[in-house]
Nanobody
Framework: QVTLEESGGGSALAGESLKLSCVNR????????WGWFRQVAGKEREGVAG???????AYIESVKGRFTISKGSDSLSMSLQMESLKPEDTGMYYC?????????????????????WGRGTQVTVSS
């Protein structure tokens, strides 16, 4: 069983940085596609960034150049470095993994592509 645990959320001012981390504390399967999704109250969860088995990454347009996703060397963890934060980056951020079955850019387009989820970590950015 996969057990994902996020950490690193918190509050920041616009322009500041935060780093989110996610660890798989369950079954040590390393051939996953990883993804970060975020959700704001009243809106659907949207994919923000993803990384596949080979290290190929994908981002939504609004975070390109500001966010960097990376996997740990053991492929059992990943992180999301968020720079130049904006108030619109506010939301609950969820870590997700699934066996890759689409290109990573496609994987993060739909939360239904992922079957394993963490509980989320809140990010709040103030202007």
């Amino acid at each position: 069983q996969v057990t994902l645990e996020e950490s690193g959320g918190g509050s920041a001012l616009a322009g500041e940085s935060l780093k989110l981390s996610c660890v798989n504390r369950g079954f040590p399967y390393t051939r996953y596609c990883w993804g970060w999704f975020r959700q704001v109250a009243g809106k659907e969860r949207e994919g923000v960034a993803g990384v596949d088995v080979n290290g190929t990454t994908a981002y939504i347009e609004s975070v390109k150049g500001r966010f960097t996703i990376s996997k740990g060397s053991d492929s059992l963890s990943m992180s999301l470095q968020m720079e130049s934060l904006k108030p619109e980056d506010t939301g609950m951020y969820y870590c997700a993994v699934e066996t890759c079955h689409e290109p990573i850019a496609t994987m993060i387009e739909d939360e239904e592509n992922y079957g394993y989820w963490g509980r989320g970590t809140q990010v709040t950015v103030s202007s």
